[in-house]
């Protein structure tokens, strides 16, 4: 099939994109295309204005600003993997990139298509939601930030407003010997993961755990912090058995007994990987 007819815009600075969104609220933004396209071209959604966003200037960058990595929101996901700033102070992005899809859907796919997608298998918003991430979003009436806990709202639901464009992603820099670590399970490589799991491990001088994020994703409709089992894991040290603790934590619901397996199973390589 093909889509359904549209006007396409392709702007070349961000007020002009925004002054389009303005007048067409309904426009569909454009970014790497590798979820919208596939789904205009089965017309699963209608898109009467295309919104292509490849031309705009400014959005395609990587710094250090704030305590946090600012990335724009059109940073290819194959130059998260290239990016020495995210080696040095992100390496569990890194290790989320290079899951995502294979090298052709990495060459365009873009940072900010999948965090405003939202699929449930999705490895970069399963890392926005264990780092606690915070979006910039922009409108012809200024710029306001927003916590990815409340953006994210579902599969393909965000909470973008009418008009408005997601320009920027700051990520927490962790703090000096923060442990962290990224895993998923899929039928083969590459390929949507049936389970995946992401950690964040903050040491005591002794060695025990004293802070903890933990971050799931697969069987449920968007990736989901798990608060019960972050407590779990205070006082946690490294050597220490995780299996009787990840077994014991609490999964959200939706899951299957089999797939809530393949959580646990993730689970507990991410925690062996991250204090390895």
Same mark, same amino acid.
């Given at each position: @099939?093909?889509?359904?007819?549209?006007?396409?815009?392709?702007?070349?600075?961000?007020?002009?994109?925004?002054?389009?969104?303005?007048?067409?609220?309904?426009?569909?933004?454009?970014?790497?295309?590798?979820?919208? @396209?596939?789904? #205009?071209?089965?017309?699963?959604?209608?898109?009467?204005?295309?919104?292509?966003?490849?031309?705009?200037?400014?959005?395609?960058? /990587?710094?250090?600003?704030?305590?946090?990595?600012? /990335?724009?929101?059109?940073?290819?996901? =194959?130059? !998260?993997?290239?990016?020495? #700033?995210?080696?040095?102070?992100?390496?569990?992005?890194?290790?989320?990139?290079? !899951?995502?899809?294979?090298?052709?859907?990495?060459?365009?796919?873009?940072?900010?298509?999948? !965090?405003?997608?939202?699929?449930?298998?999705?490895?970069?918003?399963?890392?926005?939601?264990? &780092?606690?991430?915070?979006?910039?979003?922009? +409108?012809?009436?200024?710029?306001?930030?927003?916590?990815?806990?409340?953006?994210?709202?579902?599969?393909?639901?965000? +909470?973008?407003?009418?008009?408005?464009?997601?320009?920027? +992603?700051?990520?927490?820099?962790?703090?000096?010997?923060?442990?962290?670590?990224?895993?998923? /399970?899929?039928? *083969?490589?590459?390929?949507?993961?049936?389970?995946? =799991?992401?950690?964040?491990?903050?040491?005591?001088?002794? %060695?025990?755990?004293?802070? +903890?994020?933990?971050?799931?994703?697969?069987?449920?409709? @968007? =990736?989901?912090? &798990?608060?019960?089992?972050?407590?779990?894991? #205070?006082?946690?040290?490294? %050597?220490?058995?995780?299996?009787? #603790?990840?077994?014991? @934590?609490?999964?959200?619901?939706? =899951?299957?007994?089999?797939?809530?397996?393949?959580?646990?199973?993730?689970? *507990?390589?991410?925690?062996? *990987?991250?204090?390895?």
């Amino acid at each position: @099939m093909k889509p359904a007819a549209f006007c396409y815009h392709a702007p070349r600075s961000l007020p002009e994109a925004l002054a389009i969104l303005e007048q067409h609220p309904e426009a569909r933004p454009l970014a790497g295309g590798q979820s919208l @396209m596939p789904q #205009l071209n089965a017309r699963q959604v209608t898109a009467p204005h295309l919104l292509d966003l490849n031309r705009l200037d400014g959005l395609d960058g /990587i710094e250090e600003a704030e305590g946090c990595l600012r /990335i724009g929101a059109m940073v290819r996901q =194959a130059a !998260l993997l290239r990016s020495p #700033l995210l080696r040095r102070h992100l390496p569990v992005l890194v290790e989320a990139a290079v !899951l995502v899809g294979h090298v052709a859907t990495r060459n365009r796919g873009t940072l900010g298509g999948s !965090l405003c997608q939202l699929d449930p298998w999705a490895e970069l918003p399963l890392v926005a939601t264990l &780092l606690d991430a915070e979006l910039e979003l922009a +409108a012809p009436s200024g710029t306001r930030r927003l916590a990815f806990r409340d953006f994210a709202q579902g599969p393909g639901r965000n +909470a973008l407003r009418p008009g408005e464009l997601l320009t920027h +992603a700051r990520f927490p820099i962790p703090a000096a010997g923060t442990r962290q670590a990224f895993v998923e /399970i899929a039928d *083969r490589p590459n390929d949507p993961a049936e389970a995946a =799991a992401a950690v964040s491990l903050r040491l005591g001088a002794a %060695g025990e755990v004293t802070s +903890a994020a933990l971050a799931v994703c697969g069987p449920f409709p @968007m =990736a989901r912090r &798990l608060p019960e089992g972050e407590a779990m894991l #205070l006082g946690w040290r490294p %050597g220490a058995d995780p299996r009787p #603790l990840v077994s014991g @934590m609490p999964l959200p619901d939706a =899951a299957d007994d089999d797939r809530a397996a393949m959580v646990r199973v993730a689970l *507990r390589r991410a925690l062996e *990987r991250a204090m390895a």
